[in-house]
């Protein structure tokens, strides 16, 4: 068996999720490499969720028997446990969502919403780059449409990653929001944060980071980033689905709207108007998702018990090692950086001119798990002529061996194909 240094006690932690015991197509071992999609759930998360609908299920805030009150104060403890782990100068900065998508849509909404100086209208300029997430893109093309702002982007290096030789000229005094994406999903690139920061606050921009592959993989610290805004979700890092996480400053959800109206984001209301509760239940409208922040909350206790940081040096580990293999593999191409320095565990490839999609389905039947297409990333796949990728991802339970099964698998896709 492979031996790298840094890795953490796999066959411990892989205990702890069930999955991973599974026999699929005829009896083979599940190898599980689509981590970037979703993460698997460790028991503990499993028995938190068990445990809070068998004894503890009611709605929230709004109660006063003890179920009600049982409940709300494993959600809000549960906000508690985000705040600590993103390093939150305040709990009440910490705002309960669906996923990270709708964490981003908030943001692009309270700013089209917004009064003066935070307002995006046809005078301001919007800034992305070419390598984000849909869930980063359409948002903030739907404002630019509805108000008239101008969309602008950074661009991609042939090596994977952002090409800020222009950044005085994209990110400019019309500036308002510049909105980038800490860790790539498809690139693995780890993006330089601080010198995208410092530009924008030189020109007074907001600055949203979408933090979902950064979340799961790294200490997070949001004070340390510098942002107003920081996204991820709950489902990458162990937690259920159904649950994401929005941080932005206090001051700037103290002064803008709300995204979305109903109960428990008020604080009086007439037939004629209304008026809304504090930060963070201002922007979280109707029943929130219970359940899922408590599993939130259990997935937070569990990484927290294993550390970030030995998190981080396991996936590094991996990944330089991923990267060694796959460079051997003939006709394979790493999409993105092609070294372990400044990328996340997630690695994108073609196969010679094998589809991605065929590349895919035999690994399947080897019970190799990987993610194929263009990984809700096109304008990568454009920017670089491929129609999509295969993508491997790594997590706190991926093993050498995994990777070796990965490239025994990828050999057996090129003679299957001749």
């Known amino acids: 068996m492979t031996q790298l240094p840094g890795l953490l006690d796999t066959e411990a932690i892989r205990k702890d999720f069930p999955v991973l015991d599974r026999l699929v197509h005829d009896g083979k071992k599940l190898v599980y490499l689509d981590n970037a ?16 609908y068998e004894r503890h299920n009611a709605n929230v805030h709004r109660g006063v028997h003890v179920l009600a009150e049982e409940a709300t104060a494993m959600y809000e403890g549960a906000r508690d446990k985000v705040a600590e782990f993103v390093n939150a100068p305040s709990r009440d900065e910490v705002i ?120 799961p993989h790294m200490p997070l610290d949001v004070q340390a980033l510098q942002a107003d805004f920081v996204a991820f979700t709950g489902h990458k890092m162990c937690g259920p689905t159904g649950i994401g996480v929005l ?28 008026t809304y509760a504090p930060a963070p239940h201002k922007f979280e409208a109707g029943t929130p998702p219970v359940a899922q922040a408590v599993g939130l909350g259990a997935a937070i206790d569990y990484l927290n018990a294993i550390g970030m940081d030995k998190i ?23 999409i993105g950086p092609t070294t372990a320095e400044d990328r996340g565990a997630a690695i994108s490839f073609t196969l010679g001119d094998i589809h991605p999609h065929d590349v895919g389905q035999v690994l399947d039947e080897q019970g190799i798990a990987v993610r194929v297409g263009h990984h809700c990333a096109r304008p990568v796949c454009l920017r670089y002529g491929i129609p999509a990728t295969t993508r491997a991802s790594f997590y706190l339970y991926s093993t050498p061996a995994e990777i070796d099964a990965l490239v025994e698998g990828l050999e057996h896709v090129r003679n299957f194909f001749g």
């Not at 700037?252 to 209301?269: A, K, W």
Request: proline share 4%; net charge negative; glycine share 6%.
């Open 37 to 52: 999609a979703t993460s698997q759930k460790p028991r503990q998360v499993l028995d938190a969720l068990s445990e809070y």
């Open 312 to 334: 981080l040096a396991h996936e590094h580990a991996l990944t330089e090692y991923a990267v060694q293999r796959l460079q051997q593999v003939p006709d394979l191409k790493i």
């Open 96 to 215: 309960f969502t669906k996923n990270a998508s709708e964490s981003l849509n908030l943001v692009a909404n309270m700013l089209g919403w917004a009064d003066e100086p935070y307002r995006v209208d046809h005078e301001t300029e919007i800034v992305i780059t070419e390598m984000e997430h849909h869930s980063n893109i359409v948002p903030w093309q739907l404002l630019a449409q509805r108000t008239g702002a101008k969309l602008k982007w950074f661009g991609l290096t042939d090596d994977g990653r952002l090409d800020l030789s222009d950044i005085n000229e994209v990110i400019t005094e019309k500036t308002k929001i510049v909105s980038f994406v800490l860790v790539s999903n498809i690139l693995g690139t780890v993006n330089p944060v601080e010198a995208i920061v410092r530009r924008a606050q030189e020109v007074g921009a907001l600055v949203c980071i979408d933090a979902s592959q950064a979340a």
């Open 247 to 274: 941080w932005g400053r206090q001051e700037l959800l103290e002064d803008l709207p709300p995204f979305l109206g109903g109960g428990e984001m008020i604080e009086t209301v007439s037939m004629h108007s209304s």
